[in-house]
Structure formats: C-alpha cells, structure tokens
C-alpha cells in the first residue's frame, strides 16, 4: 500500500525559505492521483497549502500562492515544498497526502485525500 | 462564500447516536469528505463520495448531504471516537476547502 513520508528541517529563520519533501512508497507518483500539501498551525485547523500532478501542473491556495512552489521529482518518487519569506505564522505540522481525482456520481462531484503522511513540525523562530 | 462551516464542539453519550454538520455553497456541487484527527496523529478519511467508507472504518460512520450541508453520523458513538473531525470539499474555482473542525468528546 502507499505510504507518504515527509521530511526537512524542523526548524527555519524568519524570512526564509521552508522547505520538505514527501517521499512516495508502495506506489508510483506517476499514479493518477493528484499529490497535495496541507499543513496545520498549532491547536488550529487543516489549511490546504497546494498540490501538484506528475505532469508537473498546480495548483495553490490563493492566499499562499505568492510565496509557495510545489514540484514532483518522478526519478526520486517524490514531490516537495517551498514556502518563501516564512513568518512564525507559517508555523505548523505540515503533511503531504494523496488526493484522488474528481469523480462524479447522482449529480455531484467528489474526491478525497485517502492517504496522509504522518506530518512534519516546522517551527519558524530565531 | 468559499468556506466550509462546522460546529466548534459536540458531545454525545457512549452508544447514542451523534451527527456533525458542515454548511457551505460547494457542497451544492460537492459530496464533502471527512477526516478524523486524533491527538498528534495525521487526519484518516473516514467518508467520502454519497456514503462511502474506505476500507477499515466502521458501518457506523456514515454520511449524507441535503442542500448545502453535508452530515457525518455516527450511530453507537464509542469511546474511540473521540476526536476532531473535518469535512472538505472545493471551491468553483477548484481550490481545497476544509472546516474549521469539530471536536466530538464522547461522554
């Protein structure tokens, strides 16, 4: 089965650049499966940061989308975050998940992320 | 409006049956999903699509939609159950949505 695992530092200065990547196991990330970023503040909720197809195409949150590039490594099997001019605000676990393609069924569309890394804690702190 | 809206808490008595909402335009168009989240562990799909349940999770979660809510049930809540749950849906621009959460404490 897929297994998603991310890494990278846990720790990152104010005004630069975080970055991860997520590792993809059991599976190709050439799949038809979009690869997704989500991360989660301290006691706050999930936030959807942006996702990428092994094309190479994506797509962003538009209140991130100025400082976040997401790009996909098929060699490596991997996909990776970059998330510029960091301010303890971008202080989260961050997760990588699969989300699956936009299905329709009875008039309605659907779709889900059915598997999660287990996140990573990224602190922004000097 | 392009956001989903959930109930910040809910409790429900161990083996009675709960329901946990979530409001939003999208869902017009979009069936939601839900995730469970348990202290310090990543979310787990528990419901996506009309009703349907990935492999592993128990038949008493279910969900349903009406208008521009979506609903996940959980008829015979247990102990394990408590957690914080979290629908998503898109937005018409294709953009992920997710809910602000519901923390369900089983009592």
């Known amino acids: 089965q897929v297994q998603l695992q991310e890494s990278g530092p846990g720790l990152v200065k104010p005004s630069g650049t975080l970055s991860l990547t997520c590792a993809v196991s059991g599976g190709s990330i050439s799949s038809s499966n979009w690869w997704s970023w989500v991360r989660q503040p301290p006691g706050k909720g999930l936030e959807w940061i942006g996702e990428?197809?092994?094309?190479?195409?994506?797509n962003y949150n538009p209140s991130l989308k100025s400082r976040v590039t997401i790009s996909v490594d098929k060699s490596k099997n991997q996909f990776s975050l970059k998330l510029s001019s960091v301010t303890a605000a971008d202080t989260a676990v961050y997760y990588c998940?699969?989300?699956?393609?936009?299905?329709?069924?009875?008039?309605?569309?659907?779709?889900?992320?059915?598997?999660w890394g287990k996140g990573t804690t990224v602190t922004v702190s000097s | 409006s392009s956001e989903l809206t959930q109930d910040p808490a809910v409790s429900v008595a161990l083996g009675q049956t709960v329901r946990i909402t979530c409001q939003g335009d999208?869902?017009?168009?979009?069936?939601a999903s839900w995730y469970q989240q348990k202290p310090g562990q990543a979310p787990v799909l528990v419901i996506y699509?009309?009703?349907n349940r990935p492999s592993g999770i128990p038949d008493r979660f279910s969900g349903s939609s009406s208008g521009n809510t979506a609903s996940l049930t959980i008829t015979g809540a247990q102990a394990e159950d408590e957690a914080d749950y979290y629908c998503n849906s898109r937005d018409s621009s294709g953009n992920h949505l997710f809910g602000g959460g519901t923390k369900l404490t089983v009592l």
């Open positions: 999208s869902l017009r168009s979009y069936y």
């Open positions: 998940a699969r989300t699956g393609p936009i299905s329709v069924t009875t008039g309605y569309y659907y779709y889900y992320m059915d598997v």
């Open positions: 990428i197809y092994h094309s190479g195409s994506t």
């Open positions: 699509g009309k009703n």
